[in-house]
């Protein structure tokens, strides 16, 4: 019987064996392989279907295959996985589109790889061109900080000032010095250190935290099409590690680069777009002028920063460092703005989102949250702590009890971990990174990367955080194996964890009807493959919104 035939009477059709055509065929449909749906008490499937952006149907091959249509686009999975998109709730992500085009510092192993490098990239440079980004991790040579002089001579017409991998410590060459008017008697700012030569008083180049800005100050703004530029290269990066949606912790320029894209159909993926806290009363104008958003660009998140970070020595903790027993830490924020920031942003109706590493760090900012919900009355404020890296014992529980979400990125738990213990000693380090504990006290992890800090990577985070082997190979049955976790709570908190932190867990996250198609295809079923193996699945395919916007070639 020949297909036209066949679609002249259901009746007949039904007779004859042929298969009518659906009332209302789906736009795309994947077949064949193995679907992580993330919903609870119903996490497989076999296949799903997809019409006009929203997932139309989950379900076996047999019941989503009856949802083909003349137009449908057939994706056979081939036992290949579908889940649902990643959700990275923690990058500087024009930042991260820059730092593509950038100088790589960070795997260099020695100061003199370290120098090469950088004596390299400037070949290829304009001069008076600034060199920035770097990331680079002077624990990869030692723990010896590195020093303008390593790279003057190679950067005599540029001025360079490239951060450690965490953001929080920086170096700058004599040039950008000079630039910026810096010397040994320069006033460094509040929450900020800048490192002197014991010999001769004046800068070694070493910048921390705001002591950055005596620099950073006088690099020229990037133009719109630069930040337009680099906004585009993130998203590219990003839809090929199968990231769906992120959480740009950045600036009003950011914000403002993010509308430009959204309005030129250029914004692939769902941002999450967080301003500085001490800017509140702006984003309360804003607010009242431009709404929140819609489900592609949304904003009402105000960001702040307790301390540094435990790679600068700058995290904030009760006790002293047990490498450097001079220090217990650096405040980057005066402790009574942010308290008041925190209050009356809360107050406003904002999402909080504050930065706390160090133990201090976190129990002061969990009293403030625990304040502030007092002050302010109940609602589902969603308070954020990102990285939530060492806790006390106490702080634990309190995240659950506070309802505060632990926003956390494991790939700092196997980067950090190579060194950590010679920062803070045994006994501390039981509570760092503690996903599995903050987990059974019933905290929702939302996970993310961190990038630039870290790789954009969400399949080396899952192994991160199911195996936490440092990436020395010095523990390679975990370090802390305590903290461990499974698969499904590490997919979960990059996917329904990571949304909820950005209060959009009922339209993305899981594959159920209704919701945005926003979902992955990977090159082989995680929940089949040995944990160590994970960084070498790959992402083949990325849908957002029911468009395929990455394809892997090959």
Request: aromatic fraction near 8%.
């Given at each position: ?19 009518p055509a659906p009332e209302v065929p789906a736009d795309l449909i994947f077949l064949g392989g193995a679907v992580w749906t993330g919903v609870p008490g119903a996490p497989v499937a076999q296949a799903v279907a997809v019409k006009s952006g929203f997932i139309q149907a989950v379900g076996t091959d047999r019941e989503v295959r009856a ?242 970070s435990l790679g600068s020595t700058t995290a904030w903790f009760h006790d002293p460092y047990a490498d450097s027993p001079g220090t217990s830490g650096l405040l980057t924020t005066d402790t009574a703005s942010l308290r008041r920031w925190i209050v009356d942003g809360d107050g406003a109706g904002f999402h909080v989102i504050v930065h ?57 738990a196997i980067d950090d971990g190579r060194w950590a213990e010679k920062r803070i000693g045994p006994e501390r380090i039981k509570t760092t990174y503690a996903f599995r504990s903050l987990l059974d006290a019933g905290a929702p992890l939302a996970f993310g990367s961190d990038w630039t800090v870290a790789p954009m990577d969400v399949l ?95």
């Amino acid at each position: 019987m020949s297909i036209f035939r066949c679609s002249l009477l259901v009746l007949l059709l039904t007779a004859a064996g042929c298969t009518p055509a659906p009332e209302v065929p789906a736009d795309l449909i994947f077949l064949g392989g193995a679907v992580w749906t993330g919903v609870p008490g119903a996490p497989v499937a076999q296949a799903v279907a997809v019409k006009s952006g929203f997932i139309q149907a989950v379900g076996t091959d047999r019941e989503v295959r009856a949802l083909r249509g003349r137009g449908t686009e057939v994706v056979r999975l081939g036992g290949r996985m579908v889940v649902p998109g990643f959700i990275d709730s923690h990058t500087h992500f024009i930042d991260g589109g820059f730092q593509l085009a950038s100088v790589d510092l960070r795997d260099a192993d020695s100061p003199e790889e370290f120098s090469r490098r950088i004596t390299e990239f400037a070949q290829d440079l304009p001069a008076g061109t600034w060199i920035t980004g770097g990331d680079w991790d002077h624990e990869r040579w030692g723990g010896d900080l590195p020093k303008r002089e390593w790279i003057d001579a190679g950067t005599l017409l540029h001025p360079v000032l490239v951060s450690r991998l965490d953001g929080h410590m920086a170096l700058a060459n004599s040039l950008a010095l000079q630039l910026a008017g810096v010397t040994g008697s320069t006033t460094v700012p509040f929450g900020g250190e800048m490192v002197l030569d014991p010999d001769t008083f004046e800068p070694t180049g070493i910048l921390r935290d705001e002591a950055m800005g005596l620099v950073s100050r006088v690099i020229p703004e990037p133009t719109e099409e630069e930040l337009d530029r680099a906004l585009d290269a993130a998203v590219q990066h990003a839809l090929s590690k199968g990231v769906t949606q992120t959480h740009n912790m950045g600036t009003w320029g950011h914000l403002e680069t993010f509308r430009r894209a959204l309005d030129d159909g250029r914004l692939k993926i769902r941002i999450y777009s967080v301003v500085p806290i001490s800017t509140w009363e702006r984003l309360r104008d804003f607010v009242a002028e431009n709404g929140t958003g819609d489900d592609r660009l949304w904003w009402g998140g105000l960001k702040g920063f307790v301390d540094g970070s435990l790679g600068s020595t700058t995290a904030w903790f009760h006790d002293p460092y047990a490498d450097s027993p001079g220090t217990s830490g650096l405040l980057t924020t005066d402790t009574a703005s942010l308290r008041r920031w925190i209050v009356d942003g809360d107050g406003a109706g904002f999402h909080v989102i504050v930065h706390a590493i160090g133990d201090q760090a976190n129990d002061w900012l969990l009293d403030v949250y625990e304040e502030a919900a007092e002050t302010n009355g109940p609602r589902d404020r969603r308070f954020r702590i990102e990285h939530a890296q060492h806790l006390s014992g106490g702080a634990i529980s309190r995240f659950a009890a506070q309802e505060v979400i632990p926003a956390m990125q494991p790939y700092h738990a196997i980067d950090d971990g190579r060194w950590a213990e010679k920062r803070i000693g045994p006994e501390r380090i039981k509570t760092t990174y503690a996903f599995r504990s903050l987990l059974d006290a019933g905290a929702p992890l939302a996970f993310g990367s961190d990038w630039t800090v870290a790789p954009m990577d969400v399949l080396e985070g899952i192994y991160a955080a199911l195996t936490r082997r440092t990436l020395d190979g010095a523990n390679p049955d975990g370090w802390v194996p305590e903290e461990k976790v499974t698969l499904e709570e590490a997919l979960t908190a990059y996917t329904w964890g990571a949304a909820r932190s950005g209060f959009m867990e009922e339209k993305v996250s899981r594959l159920q009807p209704g919701k945005y198609a926003d979902l992955v295809v990977l090159s082989r079923d995680l929940f089949q493959v040995d944990p160590v193996e994970i960084p070498s699945v790959q992402v083949d395919m990325t849908v957002v919104e029911g468009a395929i916007v990455y394809r892997r070639e090959g």
